[in-house]
């Protein structure tokens, strides 16, 4: 049974640059959600996707946008990226309410 | 607004010893609870969560947490530790209701042992 995953594994990136980040569910999964993981910090909560919509959002700009396939895969966008947004972006995986939340491995951005 | 507080950075203990890695949260209600561990250059792993029920929680890896309504607290625990049980460790914490039904960590907690 695979688990979450992600690609890329490592990303490096310039300022003003965008990016798109992937991610596949945990097998029979349908619920995406993504998180920002700063260095020496916790998780902190971008979105989430369900049913290919959008339905709760965290505290970020809207230069963080996302998209959820028919086949429950998600993927990430950052457009006009800052140094700031350099950090481990992890996408975990859920079947409503998602109680329980499987985790990928992530994918470390560096933004120079 | 929800929050998630860590108060050690950094917790060490020997092998064999007990451990416990501190929690408190503020979330209006009963919130669902959890504890993930993550080991370097990977993932979260989900270790246990409260629902509703016995205060006391069983875990993955021997590990339990103990929920505390009166202190708002959810302390990670394990009788004897293990080298191999040395990560960083986050709470969580999710509201049950309403609209920010997201998770929110804390800062976490790096155990050595």
């Known amino acids: 049974d695979a688990g979450v995953t992600q690609s890329p594994t490592h990303l490096i990136k310039t300022r003003g640059q965008q990016v798109t980040l992937r991610c596949s569910p945990k097998?029979?999964?349908?619920?995406v959600s993504w998180y920002q993981q700063a260095l020496g910090q916790g998780p902190q909560f971008i979105f989430q996707?369900?049913?290919?919509?959008?339905?709760q959002r965290g505290n970020f700009p809207d230069r963080f946008s996302g998209h959820q396939f028919p086949n429950y895969s998600s993927e990430l966008n950052v457009n006009a990226l800052l140094l700031g947004d350099s950090a481990l972006y992890l996408c975990?995986?859920?079947?409503?309410?998602?109680?329980?939340?499987?985790f990928g491995p992530g994918t470390r951005l560096t933004v120079t | 607004a929800q929050s998630v507080a860590q108060p050690e950075d950094q917790v060490n203990v020997a092998e064999g010893n007990p451990l416990t890695v501190k929690c408190t949260y503020s979330?209006?209600?009963?919130?669902?609870l959890f504890w993930y561990v993550q080991y370097p250059n990977r993932g979260l792993q989900f270790l246990l969560k409260?629902?509703?029920?016995?205060?006391l929680v069983k875990g993955s890896y021997g590990f339990e947490a103990e929920f505390n309504k009166s202190q708002t607290s959810f302390h990670l625990k394990k009788p004897s530790a293990l080298v191999s049980d040395s990560a960083l460790y986050f709470c969580?914490?999710?509201?049950?209701?309403?609209?920010?039904?997201?998770?929110?960590f804390g800062s976490g907690t790096q155990l050595t042992v």
């Open positions: 975990a995986s859920s079947l409503p309410p998602g109680l329980e939340q499987y």
């Open positions: 097998s029979g999964h349908d619920t």
């Open positions: 996707y369900y049913e290919e919509e959008e339905r």
């Open positions: 979330v209006s209600g009963n919130p669902y």
């Open positions: 409260y629902i509703t029920g016995d205060n």
């Open positions: 969580a914490v999710r509201p049950r209701s309403g609209s920010a039904r997201q998770l929110t």
